[in-house]
């Protein structure tokens, strides 16, 4: 790749794509969750009063494709908790923008992948944290069973990007390796590796303490 022919100013970007593109969103499509993950700062369980019904969505969605976003990122909650789900990601589809998704995976049937496995996904995500005791410690009883058929199930309709995504905290550092043995058996071409830090905690921690964000990683997960 010759370096000197990239775009990098602003007017070279506005130049090439004739605008300033939006490159991504995030969408919460829901609080709604049918598990109670220690980890979650999404805050899910009950679903909102007020969340968004399906034509609002298109609404917001129309709205980022006049931006000239190029993907959207679904997260919940569980998106799939939405019986509209399925719509929501035909519909992007539908507009051209690259879809990326993060379930648990309990709640994807047959029926589902059947309606939206023709969808070039940039990304979709099942959550493993960890070998069976762990993940269900994690997540709860029975989570990680439902997770892996998910994988396996999603793996006959999602042909690339199909991905493993795990959390890191201090629960399942020490069982990576399974994690990614169990990412590579059934389908998985792709393990993403999370960690979520507490800004509020982490900010006043680094304002009394001078901590950088390595450190502080040291010591909320690895206990250095």
Not at 86 to 105: E, P, R
Not at 172 to 196: D, G, S
């Amino acid at each position: 790749m010759n370096f000197k022919n990239m775009i990098s100013t602003r007017e070279e970007i506005e130049s090439f794509f004739g605008t300033s593109p939006l490159m991504g969103a995030s969408i919460r499509v829901t609080k709604a969750c049918n598990f109670h993950c220690k980890h979650c700062y999404a805050e899910g369980g009950k679903k909102l009063e007020n969340e968004l019904n399906l034509e609002e969505m298109k609404n917001v969605i129309d709205q980022l494709k006049a931006l000239n976003v190029m993907e959207i990122f679904f997260t919940g909650g569980e998106p799939f908790t939405r019986r509209d789900m399925v719509d929501i990601l035909n519909y992007t589809n539908q507009k051209g923008i690259k879809i990326l998704i993060s379930t648990n995976g309990s709640l994807i049937t047959k029926g589902i992948m059947e309606k939206i496995g023709h969808i070039d996904f940039k990304q979709f995500q099942i959550s493993i944290d960890g070998p069976e005791e762990v993940h269900d410690f994690i997540r709860i009883k029975g989570a990680f069973t439902k997770a892996t058929k998910a994988l396996d199930l999603c793996g006959k309709y999602v042909k690339k990007n199909l991905t493993v995504g795990t959390v890191l905290m201090k629960y399942n550092w020490q069982v990576l390796p399974e994690v990614i043995e169990i990412a590579a058996e059934p389908f998985a071409n792709k393990c993403t590796l999370y960690y979520n830090i507490l800004w509020n905690l982490y900010f006043s921690s680094a304002t009394r303490t001078g901590y950088s964000v390595k450190s502080f990683i040291n010591k909320a997960i690895f206990r250095k």
